[in-house]
């Protein structure tokens, strides 16, 4: 009999019977490859002997997870407080972002705390993982390092003896497994190693983090599939020109997805940031038009952000829209606010909105910044520069309120701001105290007070 042979998608893991050019379960060209097909799982059990066991009711004491902090702070605010024992993460990320930097950290900084930790690199030699703790002031640390790819090796050499807290595994990408035939990389291997490796965190109660490589597109390469098995799947971005490198999690069994942890790459390793608002409000041009501070929350904190925009007169038939650190849609809905409500017309401009350092906004919170800061950019006027901006605008161009409005102004008080222009609600949560807070009920009554500003700078 020959032996069976299955065409694996290598974006999307879809399985086909023949070679074709393009995958039916993702619609990309040329992402088949010939792989061995897996075997079916377990080992030869007849159907229908199956083991009993003992069903138990959901009625129970329930335990919290036990955890090891990762002596991290930042670290263990995206993770909801440590590491669970038994978990697999995921950390994803560009090359070169820091992944390898914050693992060698977190690992130095639990061995500190007299925890057994194990780093596996199958991308770098031993010298290489050395040279890096040198230069982070950590070669002293009581970390274990080894260079190896084979996942039967790593788990019989860490089967033995004591059972470490942490395993960081750099790259997952890099693994491979003799219990499969495919080249390592593939999504076959992939899903294997991390099966295995997953397996023996949940028997062991070690706890596992896969380094994933990220594609330009940012999803996970390859291991796409590995983020449905894993516990929690983190993602370290930053942008290549800033120093700031934000942790946020994408998936979490054991926590919360909205926190983030933010980090600063300096020469000596990733430091971590306390006060984030300082960082991101830091290099601010004051006074210039088409900036707007908001006042965002990320999981649990306050943080004040720059929003950035350029309106400028378009030369093509169909206008620019280009916007990063926000989501398109959204930009798209203040723009036909704006124009549908307002008469502000922008049919004719070219609009780029930026979110200063590099940060992601996933807050509808955002709108009324974004256009405080749109209208100012086309109305070239700047805005006070000592005010924050919060509220979301609905489809008939009221402002909304938002969550969480007393943190949000106390945050900006804090930074020196003296003003906060907030949905009417907000009013009554905040209260007038440290800073003097503006209600409005429309983007328009918005829209008419920076107008008039203009014509204020314009005529002085
Ligand atoms: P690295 O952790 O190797 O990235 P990854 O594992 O995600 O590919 O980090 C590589 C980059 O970080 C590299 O461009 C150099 C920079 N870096 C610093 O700026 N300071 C440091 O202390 C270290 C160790 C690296
Ligand atoms: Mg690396």
Redesign the pocket.
């Known amino acids: 009999m020959s032996k069976r042979l299955t065409f694996i998608c290598q974006n999307c893991g879809a399985a086909h019977g023949r070679w074709q050019g393009k995958c039916e379960g993702c619609g990309e060209w040329n992402t088949l490859s010939e792989e061995g097909a897996d075997r079916p799982a377990g080992p030869g059990r007849k159907p229908g002997k199956g083991r009993l066991f003992a069903l138990e009711p959901l009625a129970g004491a329930a335990q919290e997870a036990p955890r090891t902090g990762s002596g991290i702070g930042e670290f263990d605010r995206v993770t909801g407080g440590g590491f669970v024992r038994g978990s697999v993460l995921l950390l994803g990320?560009?090359?070169?972002?820091?992944?390898?930097?914050?693992l060698i950290q977190a690992a130095a900084a639990l061995a500190g705390h007299r925890q057994h930790a194990v780093y596996i690199s199958g991308e770098e030699a031993v010298a290489q993982v050395r040279l890096?703790a040198e230069?982070?002031g950590l070669s002293q640390a009581p970390v274990q390092l080894a260079a190896e790819t084979s996942v039967e090796d790593i788990i019989a050499t860490l089967s033995e003896g004591k059972i470490p807290r942490l395993v960081v595994i750099?790259s997952i990408q890099t693994m491979w497994t003799d219990t499969v035939e495919s080249a390592p990389g593939t999504v076959t291997q992939v899903r294997a190693s991390a099966q295995a490796l997953i397996r023996f965190a949940k028997k062991s109660g070690a706890t596992i983090i896969l380094?994933g490589h990220v594609t330009k597109d940012g999803q996970i390469a390859g291991p796409r599939v590995v983020e449905h098995m894993v516990d929690a799947v983190l993602s370290?971005e930053g942008e290549g020109s800033h120093q700031f490198r934000i942790l946020r999690a994408v998936k979490n069994r054991f926590g919360p997805t909205d926190e983030i942890g933010v980090f600063e790459?300096?020469?000596?390793?990733l430091r971590e940031v306390a006060n984030p608002s300082e960082l991101f409000l830091s290099e601010r041009d004051l006074g210039q038009p088409g900036t707007a501070v908001f006042a965002g929350i990320e999981g649990t904190r306050p943080l004040l952000v720059e929003i950035q925009a350029l309106v400028a007169p378009s030369s093509l038939g169909t206008p620019r829209r280009a916007v990063v650190g926000w989501d398109p849609s959204r930009l798209s809905m203040v723009l036909a606010v704006l124009e549908a409500h307002c008469g502000v017309r922008l049919g004719g401009h070219d609009v780029y909105l930026n979110v200063a350092g590099g940060l992601r906004i996933n807050e509808p919170a955002a709108d009324l910044a974004a256009a405080a800061a749109l209208v100012s950019s086309l109305a070239n006027a700047p805005l006070p520069a000592d005010a924050v901006y919060f509220g979301e605008v609905s489809l008939s161009g009221a402002v909304r309120p938002v969550a969480q409005a007393a943190a949000r102004v106390k945050e900006a008080a804090k930074l020196g701001f003296a003003r906060a222009i907030v949905p009417e609600a907000a009013r009554a949560e905040a209260g007038d105290g440290a800073i003097k807070l503006t209600d409005v009920a429309s983007l328009a009554a918005l829209v008419a007070d920076i107008a008039a500003r203009g014509k204020r700078a314009a005529a002085a």
């Open positions: 990320g560009d090359p070169g972002i820091g992944k390898s930097t914050l890096r230069r982070l750099d380094v370290f790459m300096t020469g000596t390793g």
